[in-house]
């Protein structure tokens, strides 16, 4: 039991940051292709006011998620780091210049500077998801193997499964930050950008669900056990859950009603994660370590679970305090387009 | 009980695989992301703590200058907080990535120090946000009041790091048999018997290293004639935090010495050099340790200082490097030096800060003479060199064990390829973020102070 309940706090771990960390990649992602400088700088101007107050918060999941594997799982944690480390160290660089060149952007002082940090930042924005999916993939794809560097240190990240994974958490990230970014900025009162957040939610949601489809099959032939899970029994319940709550995430952005889409499209990518669990059960890593091999003595899980209750009691109140006041727009900055800062 | 120092075995690896050649590498890359991370580990821990304590004079007083000052440092924090954010997450990463093996072996026993510290941060992450975002848009009391978390989180989570650290030094909360690892008490290790001195030596450092760096940049301005009410409040908030806390730091160094003679007197006798155990050592000043003789050369001894400092008792036994065969034992002079450049700092530190407190209590104003200001200036980035030295004493001090006399770095470290190619990315990218950083922070500092008040 208290393994399970361990990996439970992996699964919100990693559905909060597949959401809210997935998020803040996917404003950089339509930083990135939003256009030149003036084309471009409203809707940067927009990603900029959305990102600013949360987005340490938000990354703060991914840390919360190493801890706990670490603590939890340790002898699973070893093996993921040591194999992958070439993905996982290039999201590391990632997380530096991303978090380096958005904090940087805001105090830009001309557009020559603002575009330089820009490209860095939406660039990571782009790398770090996709190689944490890579990485996500060659685990779900059983190719981490017990031990130090016991894994194939290119395969087991260079391969249908994790390619697959690394694309749909870089379009993933993109549909979310849309349908977020269309909320904010109907709040800040900018139709027109409330329009092509609409349009790139659409857009991206559609493009997200067909390749999420479309990689059954390459999951069909790269991991059959992971395929076997997913179609079947709660593995399939998961992912019905997810196609439905995509499917009315796309209805409710077409009507215009944001503040539900946000919850759908939450829902969404909590039902993957939670599939992959099922699919890939009994194991941790799958065809190598089971759940309980990989589980630390219970009087560590039990410390675990005992601090996070706790932790929560303190970090609940004050994340609801946050995105009270991020919603209330008390924290709001005023919306101004990028590029116009830097206009007499 | 100081029980980990009894067992006599080494750990069996977790982790099946072989160990690496690329120890020094992996180190060296450790070492590097720590000596990025901690400076800004100082101005999470103090630099709170002084804007709310300029935020809440302006409570009391309505003086604006107080707010715009306030204002400003907790923009600054708030760079550094985000900078923090993805060293420190380079660091957690760098733990798996580097040393798969140590994590797979003992992860279970002090892992849960990081969960309390990523509660803490959390809370941090959370509040820092509200308080700078909120300014003018809450009241000034409710603003003022989600300072407070972003003081105790700060002091919390590096009280979890720092707990860790005081465990790979004296390990303690599990139990060996046949080699492994059993039985992990994450509490007893947690609260192991390095933690208190350890966190409260940082925490003071925090203070010293944060407020010196802040006032020499205050201290500057002074020196080209800016004087006003908002420099001179800046000048004096940073010399009172790190005036209080450095002559204290001294104290507490003495603590930390001594409970290092008891619980790693192999280190302890690295930092001194001292070959044989005797009693009445001698503390040696300067010179450079020569490893064929067994002796410090070129320094100057004094009698029986070292048994005196390390057990208060002139005449105490204190251990030598001898007691080890030669492979367990640290390198000898990059802890001796770093030691005493610590010191050497520190004292002078210590009495700058004296010279302050002196002047400020006496005539109620600051010191006039220009060579005061120069002082306060070159003690900012001393104070960095010195906190920098301190943890190459502790960690290069360790040595050659990751945890005390139970696992060898060499065992800890990964299997996988290509550290250089890693190692020298890095750099680079350091490089590009310490340029980055000090360029926006010049920018902030050239926005006239009013700016604040306005926004």
């Known amino acids: 039991m208290l393994p399970q309940l361990c990996l439970a706090l992996v699964i919100v771990g990693v559905t909060a940051y597949g959401v809210l960390g997935s998020a803040d990649f996917g404003a950089g992602f339509w930083d990135l292709t939003a256009g030149g400088a003036e084309r471009g700088g409203r809707i940067r101007g927009m990603v900029e006011r959305s990102m600013s107050p949360v987005w340490e918060a938000n990354h703060v999941w991914l840390i919360f998620v190493l801890v706990i594997v670490w603590t939890a799982f340790p002898v699973a944690f070893g093996s993921i780091f040591s194999t992958l480390s070439i993905p996982l160290f290039l999201a590391a660089l990632g997380i530096i210049f991303r978090g380096t060149a958005f904090a940087l952007r805001g105090h830009a002082a001309t557009m020559k500077e603002a575009r330089g940090l820009g490209a860095l930042f939406a660039l990571s924005s782009v790398l770090i998801p996709f190689c944490l999916g890579a990485a996500v993939g060659g685990i779900a794809s059983g190719r981490v193997e017990v031990g130090n560097a016991a894994g194939e240190p290119f395969g087991s990240w260079l391969n249908p499964t994790s390619v697959l994974v690394g694309v749909i958490a870089v379009l993933n990230g993109a549909y979310l930050a849309a349908v977020f970014l269309a909320g904010d900025s109907r709040r800040a009162g900018q139709p027109d950008l409330v329009r092509a957040f609409r349009a790139r939610a659409l857009g991206a949601g559609a493009l997200a669900g067909l390749v999420a489809l479309g990689g059954l099959l390459v999951l069909h032939s790269d991991a059959r056990a992971l395929y076997d899970g997913l179609t079947s029994g709660g593995g399939l319940i998961m992912v019905i859950v997810s196609a439905l709550a995509g499917v009315a995430t796309l209805g409710l952005v077409w009507a215009e009603r944001y503040g539900p889409a946000r919850l759908t499209s939450a829902l969404a990518v909590a039902a993957v994660v939670v599939g992959w669990a099922l699919a890939q059960d009994p194991y941790f890593l799958p065809g190598r370590l089971t759940l309980r091999q990989a589980a630390a003595p219970d009087a560590v899980l039990s410390v675990v679970l005992i601090s996070m209750a706790v932790g929560t009691l303190i970090l609940a109140p004050s994340l609801a305090y946050l995105y009270r006041l991020t919603l209330q727009g008390r924290l709001d900055q005023d919306y101004e387009p990028l590029d116009q800062r830097f206009r007499p | ?455």
């Open chain 2, 1 to 455: 009980m100081p029980g980990a120092l009894l067992f006599a075995a080494q750990v069996v690896e977790a982790l099946p695989g072989n160990a690496q050649r690329d120890t020094e590498l992996a180190r060296q890359m450790q070492a590097l992301s720590l000596t990025v991370h901690i400076p800004i580990v100082c101005f999470g821990i103090a630099f709170p703590a002084m804007f709310l304590f300029v935020e809440g004079l302006h409570l009391r007083t309505g003086d604006q200058t107080y707010k715009a000052l306030a204002k400003r440092w907790s923009k600054v924090a708030l760079v550094l907080f985000a900078v923090g954010v993805v060293t420190g997450t380079i660091l957690s990463f760098e733990f798996g990535l580097l040393w798969p093996s140590f994590m797979a072996t003992f992860g279970d026993v002090f892992g849960i120090g990081f969960a309390l510290e990523g509660i803490s941060f959390f809370v941090e992450a959370i509040f820092i946000a509200i308080y700078v975002y909120g300014w003018d848009r809450l009241s000034p009391r409710a603003h003022f009041l989600t300072g407070v978390p972003i003081v105790v989180s700060g002091f919390t989570g590096s009280f979890n790091v720092i707990a860790v650290n005081g465990w790979m030094n004296t390990p303690d909360g599990f139990d060996l048999v046949g080699g492994r690892v059993v039985n992990p008490r994450p509490f007893d290790a947690l609260f192991n018997q390095n933690m208190w001195h350890e966190i409260i030596h940082m925490y003071l450092a925090g203070y010293i290293v944060c407020g010196f760096i802040v006032a020499g940049v205050y201290a500057f301005a002074w020196l080209r004639g800016r004087r006003d009410h908002y420099h001179r409040t800046a000048l004096v908030v940073c010399l009172a935090f790190a005036s209080l806390a450095a002559p204290v730091q001294v104290v507490v160094g003495d603590w930390a010495g001594r409970d290092v003679a008891k619980s790693q007197p192999v280190k302890l006798a690295a930092l001194e050099g001292l070959q044989r155990t005797e009693r009445g050592a001698p503390f040696t000043i300067g010179g450079i340790y020569d490893r064929d003789k067994g002796e410090v050369r070129y320094g100057i001894h004094v009698p029986k200082l070292l048994s005196l400092l390390a057990r208060h008792d002139p005449n105490a036994r204190v251990i030598g490097l001898e007691s080890v065969k030669p492979a367990d034992r640290p390198p000898v002079n990059v802890v001796r030096i770093a030691f005493q450049t610590m010191v050497g700092i520190g004292t002078g530190l210590a009495l700058l800060g004296a010279l302050f407190f002196s002047t400020w209590l006496r005539k109620g104003r600051l010191p006039r003479s220009r060579w005061f200001y120069r002082a306060v200036m070159a003690a900012g980035p001393l104070s960095f060199v010195a906190l920098i030295a301190g943890w190459i004493t502790t960690e290069v001090g360790r040595q050659p064990w990751i945890v005390y006399k139970l696992m060898r770095t060499t065992q800890a470290v990964t299997s996988a390829d290509g550290l250089a190619v890693g190692y020298a990315g890095l750099v680079a990218v350091y490089i590009g973020l310490g340029a980055a950083v000090v360029w926006l922070l010049r920018r902030l500092a050239r926005r006239p102070a009013e700016s604040e008040v306005a926004g």
